[in-house]
């Protein structure tokens, strides 16, 4: 009786130690330095998209009229000069990326992730189980961030969130928009899925990858902002085009001979059925050449 | 049971009255310092956002609430609709057992300030000296502050049935800024008047130390303002107002957090989601002016629907349509050219 309680003894302490060699919370960690690649999105995320260029977007309407009253000397109001980008944007962003993890100190677990930009705020993701806050909190450019174990892939939801923007050419993203992150590792390599869903300014999901590489040299500086004044106008002018009157839009078109109706973009024109329709339709009337140094930087 | 982190309770009728509660009181009556029930089961439509440790906005009761507690009372920016009294005051009997000292209204509208009737006479001034020897009433009922316009409109001759004295304000300002000291209100507050925005009597609240400014209906979160032409409001001065709550406002790191603005119906803010909404009415405002520059008609214009961009946010005041809106700006930029 001794012997089997001994037996059985030594077999759970084997069986603890076997536990206690893998996590008991199936998790990747996803802390360290990330540099951004940026492949084909280089002209997007770099210099940035072009004027009227909202080609493969699923915009409605409204999101095109406030597209099309855009005016980017906006950014120099001094409400908006340290502006960061919102949590789903700031992923498309140049910056390097670094991510912390926060642990509890008694179990070990990690109950939350921090992810930092160089031009960003704090973007926290909870791993504790805490419920979203009501609906009367204030919204944050990085929202308010759960994320849940989906075997190796983390999912990630975001409410509360500032309004922002798809597009750096004044494409909105309300504030009532919910974004889904999946972060995935595989080794050095971070690819990152957001999907918007916006139910003022998309007619489907916006769905979007983006990749990092692990950068054990890098490290993220602080980037302190000031608001200054960049123009001086009287007091209440807001920068915009009134409806029917930006001359910049047709642009795009031109520049890269697409029939201006597919610049105008809508869910329509992110699928493949579309080049059949874009091959009826007439090219732009007048051609400007492409922008210079677009792919600078590109890796 | 909310977590303390949300922010935000909510009030329930069968209120359960927590042991931190009974202590709260207790710490009153030994004349200690409140002490604020970390969170409290609640049931009714109104919901409780912590917005600073001892400033909390009420949501549900028409307008929102501005409720900062202090040792010897409490201060209200707003009280609501007047059917609604009831459940404010349970929601206030949350945060403190302590009298309603002020009511402080942002505009004369009934969901703002319909509540001051039954919420004033569950609080008490602080008075004495010859004022409460000669009145014996006094210090009965807490002190009702606002523009002057605020009681030259609840006390017109056309408001039938007349408004209950005890519903008006008994202090009134008519200057650009008033300061209320710290010792009676609990924080250094300044008003300032938003001269011809919403109506003609609004009144901006900034609570100085605990850096919260509470804006009544010049600023809301899901609907366009309501200019109101016949009550002196006009699409200028609305603008003028949103521009001085953003010199007000000093936004913290990256535009986040720092003066945390109490809307007048809607959530929590910063200084961030005010110039979203600027820039917003101003742009509306200069669609509309381009338009009738070109002579066009009122009808010609909401025809246009100049708002369309912004409809899916700003649409959903049933009461307050985009079409309203867009009249309204026109009328009041024609009063304007009347004037010139």
């Not at chain 1, 009501?134 to 892939?153: P, Q, V």
């Not at chain 1, 983390?154 to 309004?163: A, N, S, Y």
């Amino acid at each position: 009786m001794r012997n089997l309680n001994r037996t059985m003894i030594g077999s759970l302490l084997l069986l603890a130690m076997a536990g206690g060699v893998r996590p008991v919370f199936a998790q990747v960690d996803f802390s360290g330095e990330w540099a951004p690649r940026f492949y084909e999105d280089q002209p997007e995320r770099v210099p940035g998209p072009e004027l009227g260029d909202y080609l493969g977007l699923p915009i409605n309407d409204a999101a095109r009229l406030r597209a099309d009253s855009w005016e980017g000397s906006m950014l120099t109001l001094p409400e908006w000069q340290c502006r960061p980008h919102g949590a789903d944007y700031i992923w498309r962003g140049p910056s390097p990326l670094t991510i912390r993890k926060e642990e509890d100190p008694l179990t070990r677990e990690i109950t939350a992730f921090h992810a930092e930009w160089l031009r960003s705020i704090d973007n926290p993701v909870y791993l504790d189980g805490r419920p979203h806050p009501s609906e009367d909190a204030l919204h944050k450019w990085g929202g308010f961030a759960t994320g849940k174990w989906d075997g190796d892939m983390l999912t990630i939801t975001v409410t509360h969130l500032k309004e922002g923007y798809i597009r750096r050419n004044g494409l909105p993203r309300s504030e009532q928009a919910t974004v889904t992150e999946h972060w995935m590792r595989h080794g050095d390599f971070l690819t990152v899925v957001t999907i918007v869903n916006d139910p003022v300014y998309l007619t489907e999901p916006f769905i979007r990858s983006t990749d990092y590489e692990l950068d054990l040299h890098q490290h993220v500086p602080p980037y302190p902002c000031e608001m200054v004044t960049e123009i001086e106008r009287p007091k209440g002018v807001i920068p915009h085009h009134l409806p029917g009157t930006n001359n910049d839009l047709r642009e795009f078109s031109e520049r890269h001979g697409i029939p201006f109706e597919a610049t105008r973009g809508g869910a329509e024109t992110a699928y493949p059925d579309y080049r059949k329709k874009l091959k009826q339709m007439p090219p732009p009337a007048t051609t400007r050449p492409p922008l210079p140094n677009r792919n600078e930087g590109q890796q | 049971m909310n977590h303390i982190y949300s922010g935000t309770t909510k009030i329930t009728k069968s209120t359960k009255v927590s042991w931190s509660l009974w202590l709260c009181v207790l710490c009153v009556l030994c004349g200690s310092i409140v002490i604020l029930p970390a969170h409290a089961q609640q049931t009714n439509e109104i919901r409780v956002t912590k917005v600073r440790e001892l400033l909390f906005m009420l949501t549900g009761a028409g307008g929102n609430i501005a409720a900062l507690v202090f040792p010897e009372g409490i201060t209200l920016v707003d009280s609501g609709r007047a059917e609604m009294s009831d459940k404010v005051l349970a929601a206030v009997r949350m945060l403190s057992p302590l009298p309603i000292r002020y009511i402080i209204n942002t505009s004369a509208d009934p969901d703002h300030a319909g509540g001051n009737e039954k919420l004033g006479a569950a609080g008490g001034q602080i008075t004495g000296g010859n004022v409460a020897g000669q009145v014996a009433d006094a210090a009965e009922g807490a002190e009702i502050i606002a523009h002057e316009n605020v009681l030259e409109r609840m006390t017109a001759p056309s408001v039938k049935p007349p408004i209950p004295t005890r519903m008006t304000p008994g202090t009134t300002y008519h200057v650009d800024h008033l300061k209320l000291s710290t010792f009676y209100h609990g924080d250094g507050i300044e008003l300032f008047a938003a001269p011809a925005a919403h109506t003609d009597g609004d009144t901006l609240v900034y609570f100085r130390h605990n850096d919260v400014l509470a804006t009544g209906d010049v600023f809301m979160t899901a609907s366009y303002p309501v200019i109101d032409v016949e009550r002196g409001g006009g699409i200028n001065g609305e603008i003028d107002a949103l521009n001085h709550i953003l010199d007000v406002a000093f936004p913290d790191f990256r535009l986040e957090g720092g003066t945390l603005i109490v809307p007048g119906h809607g959530r929590l803010c910063d200084s961030a989601d005010v110039a979203y909404y600027r820039d917003m009415v101003t742009i509306v405002r200069d669609r509309v002016q381009d338009m009738m520059k070109k002579g066009m008609t009122v009808e010609q214009v909401k025809t246009a629907k100049l708002t369309r961009d912004y409809d899916g946010v700003y649409a959903k005041n049933a009461g307050w349509t985009p079409d309203m809106f867009v009249e309204a700006v026109y009328k009041s930029l024609k009063k304007l050219e009347g004037k010139r």
